[in-house]
């Protein structure tokens, strides 16, 4: 399978706790993006990378997020302190943007968090 | 604060008919624009984008880019109970790609 993977897919855990969700993306793709979506809505950007770099953050990712893609390659997103309102899906994506107009973005399976 | 706005239905047509899906945004200076297909407790997959005004049609889709209006929408052609699912529209700036909330899409057979 050549798609974005995610690990796990599902993680349960106790307020306070905190947990790290692993994204390998398509091989060879410059780019990779979070996004956390809750029932009803569409994702909500997080952060990316380009390569090794992290370019952007959104204002929603507070102190208690962290994103690490160390080597260009996999990327972590790790959330401390899990509080209710994390509970959601944390997708994963991955694009080629080398001199195109658009960054067409693909998605893993994405991790289904429940803090209890 | 750049919004992508979508009717959030359930939009509801019959097996063979043309689904119509709709969505505006804020941000004049979006470059690209992308539909995704999403189904039940699934990620969503790409279904088309779109950067230049006018039509682009990928076998029964059709994406239409308006972008004095701020307008994109998406033609589903001989509409299948297999397209039941939550389409979202998706807009791309310089840094980050902001995803309407999804329209559900009802197919009935």
């Known amino acids: 399978d050549t798609g974005v993977s995610q690990d796990p897919r599902h993680k349960i855990t106790k307020r306070g706790q905190n947990v790290t969700f692993r994204c390998d993306p398509i091989s060879e793709h410059n780019r990779l993006y979070w996004y956390r979506q809750t029932l009803g809505q569409g994702p909500e950007f997080l952060t990316y990378?380009?390569?090794?770099?992290?370019?952007?953050k959104s204002r929603l990712l507070s102190d208690r997020f962290s994103a690490e893609r160390p080597k260009g390659s996999f990327s972590t997103l790790e959330i401390q302190r899990t509080e209710q309102g994390d509970s959601a899906m944390y997708l994963c994506?991955?694009?080629?943007?080398?001199?195109?107009?658009?960054?067409?973005?693909?998605f893993g399976p994405g991790t289904r968090l429940t803090v209890l | 604060q750049k919004e992508v706005e979508q009717n959030s239905g359930p939009l509801s047509v019959p097996e063979g008919a043309i689904a119509s899906l709709n969505c505006t945004y804020s941000d004049r200076g979006s470059q690209s624009f992308f539909w995704y297909r999403q189904y039940s407790g699934k990620s969503p997959e790409l279904i088309m984008f779109?950067?230049?005004?006018g039509d682009k049609e990928d076998g029964r889709f059709t994406a239409q880019l308006n972008k004095a209006s701020q307008y994109v929408s998406l033609l589903i052609r001989d509409s299948q109970p297999s397209d039941s699912a939550t389409y979202l529209c998706?807009?791309?700036?310089?840094?980050?790609?902001?995803f309407g909330a999804g329209t559900r899409l009802t197919v009935k057979p």
């Open positions: 779109i950067y230049s005004n």
């Open positions: 994506a991955s694009s080629l943007l080398f001199l195109v107009v658009t960054d067409t973005q693909y």
């Open positions: 998706a807009v791309s700036g310089d840094n980050d790609m902001r």
């Open positions: 990378f380009q390569n090794e770099a992290q370019l952007e």
